[in-house]
């Protein structure tokens, strides 16, 4: 967790680089620019032929100059804004093509990454060494799926990258991973026991598993979501020509983008939690001799479904794109971590396994 806590300081310190990137114009002039600049400005009075400056000619070009000063601050502000909106569509141009391709990176995002994929690897170590320790596959209880569940996070966060840039999310990603992995650690930890009888079965590994992976995808599209919502507040703000406070969203890919991006990351999520509902009904089955129970936690996998399910139909009828979808990928996720924390903890049922003790 050090390390993954190391890896989120340097994506918080990446945002920051990007949010003096936006505010910088694409090119700034060189000191030896502005003084050329500033002496073709001057105006010389020649001399007459006792070495006299024409001291008129200088009153007069001083003059001309004041009575021009308002007109030229006014065009100087013109300007300025005319430049700023320029940067802005430079920078949002750029940032489109990185989406697919890749932005150089930073110092601090590259080490990031390295800290992101170190502790990615000492992570699987772990969670290896649970599963030798235990006989059988290490997601069997709450610290256990804390574990599992949290590294496929940051697996799923890693093979993203391979195709798109999605380096942005680090902040949140990582962040999410080490509040998790801390909660885990001070409150859902036990040694290892024997399996249930119920759990005694391959469906274990087939039902969780796909779980745990649908669970990655939709914090990942949730993390996109957010992204898109704070994106939309600074292009309505950008367009009724108000200042923006988050200045490093300048750098990331426009709403739509984001928005498009969470839907593909949400449909993969859906496929798989689909599969869960499926795989949990044979094992409920195989365990109980019953397909359906309305089990707590087999009603609350079912309500994530549905939003999932409604969050994806409603946005495929375009009617419900923009903020409407991503409030929807919202409240999605949240039951998704409601059903995590709150029901396997909370509530008692067939499916209390968490292996807290009471």
Same mark, same amino acid.
Not at 81 to 104: F, K, L, P, Y
């Given at each position: =967790?050090? @390390?993954?806590?190391?890896? !989120?300081?340097?994506?918080? /310190?990446?945002? #920051?680089? *990007?949010?003096?990137? &936006? ?89 990031? =990454?390295? @800290?992101?994929?170190?502790? !990615?690897?000492?992570?699987? /170590?772990?969670? #290896?060494? *649970?599963?030798?320790? &235990? ?104 367009? #009724? ?118």
């Amino acid at each position: =967790m050090g @390390l993954y806590a190391c890896a !989120f300081i340097a994506f918080a /310190l990446d945002l #920051a680089r *990007r949010s003096a990137r &936006a505010t910088i114009p694409e090119s700034v002039p060189s000191a030896v620019s502005r003084r050329t600049a500033a002496a073709e400005d001057l105006v010389f009075v020649e001399a007459d032929g006792d070495g006299v400056v024409d001291a008129a000619s200088s009153v007069s070009t001083s003059a001309q100059s004041a009575s021009g000063g308002s007109a030229t601050a006014t065009a100087t502000a013109t300007a300025t804004r005319s430049g700023r909106g320029s940067a802005v569509a430079r920078i949002s141009e750029r940032i489109e093509g990185d989406v697919h391709t890749g932005a150089a990176m930073s110092t601090s995002l590259r080490v990031a =990454m390295i @800290l992101t994929i170190t502790g !990615f690897g000492f992570h699987v /170590l772990a969670d #290896a060494g *649970r599963g030798i320790a &235990a006989g059988r596959v290490p997601w069997a209880n709450m610290w256990e799926f804390s574990m599992t569940g949290t590294l496929v996070i940051v697996g799923i966060f890693l093979l993203a990258n391979l195709r798109f840039d999605l380096k942005y999310l680090g902040t949140f990603v990582l962040g999410l991973v080490c509040i998790l992995l801390m909660i885990a650690t001070t409150k859902y930890y036990v040694p290892v026991v024997p399996l249930p009888p119920a759990l005694q079965s391959y469906w274990l590994v087939i039902h969780i598993l796909v779980a745990i992976v649908a669970t990655a995808f939709f914090a990942l599209g949730f993390a996109l979501s957010v992204a898109q919502l704070a994106q939309v507040r600074r292009e309505h703000r950008v367009a #009724a020509d108000k200042p923006t406070r988050l200045r490093f969203l300048a750098t990331l890919p426009k709403s739509d983008t984001l928005e498009n991006l969470a839907y593909r990351i949400n449909i993969v999520g859906f496929i798989a939690w689909t599969f869960t509902l499926i795989a949990g009904a044979i094992w409920a089955e195989k365990a109980w001799g019953r397909y359906w129970g309305w089990d707590t936690k087999e009603v609350w996998t079912f309500i994530v479904w549905v939003i999932y399910a409604g969050y994806i139909h409603a946005r495929a009828t375009r009617g419900w794109r923009g903020t409407r979808s991503a409030w929807l990928a919202l409240i999605g996720f949240s039951a998704v971590m409601f059903n995590f924390g709150v029901v396997n903890v909370f509530f008692h049922g067939l499916h209390s396994y968490s292996g807290l003790t009471s």
